[in-house]
């Protein structure tokens, strides 16, 4: 479950909370690693952020975490919006 937390009137995106569902949470992660090799080197939106990551000597493991929110962001707004995914839609912000 992404968390959110706002002060001063900003709204700052956290890590995966430790609330909700483990196994769904476990399911993330494990996504999330197994897709980092090839989206890292994808010319996407996404791939330029993980690069961009990477690049700036963030720790593996907080890349993969910070990818597993993010598609976990994703899925929950096309779920939401019951829309398909569109790949050209996505920002990496």
Do not use: C
């Not at 956290?14 to 996504?31: A, D, E, P």
């Amino acid at each position: 479950m992404p968390r959110q937390h706002t002060t001063g009137g900003k709204p700052r995106l956290m890590g995966i909370s430790k609330r909700g569902n483990t196994y769904l949470r476990t399911l993330l992660i494990h996504g999330a690693r197994a897709a980092l090799p090839s989206l890292s080197e994808s010319d996407t939106p996404l791939g330029r952020w993980l690069k961009s990551m990477i690049e700036r000597g963030v720790h593996r493991n907080a890349v993969t975490v910070a990818l597993a929110n993010k598609l976990a962001r994703i899925a929950w707004a096309t779920l939401r919006k019951e829309t398909t995914f569109d790949r050209g839609y996505a920002t990496a912000a």
